[in-house]
């Protein structure tokens, strides 16, 4: 039950980071601009892919800080 309470939680928090990243455009902390326009590589532009693989690390980062709290919760108040 704990494992199913984990995985679901994960995908919740994972759904709500997604979210405000993509309504608020946060940026990334890890990397740079500077560094992305400095790449020659035209597949690291913002435009062509993906914009959580500019996030990987925040993602991570919040998600599962996040889910540790929320488990703690879960599992403390909530038997």
Known sequence: ???VRLFFTWLV???MFTLYA???KIKSISKSDIVM???DNVWNDK???DFLRY???????V?????KMCM???IGFFP
């Open 13 to 15: 928090v994972s759904i």
């Open 22 to 24: 993509y309504v608020f």
């Open 1 to 3: 039950m704990i494992e």
């Open 72 to 74: 703690e919760i879960l």
């Open 63 to 67: 998600s599962y800080t996040l889910l």
């Open 37 to 39: 326009e400095s790449d």
């Open 55 to 61: 996030l990987k690390f925040e993602y991570f980062m």
């Open 47 to 49: 435009d062509t892919d």
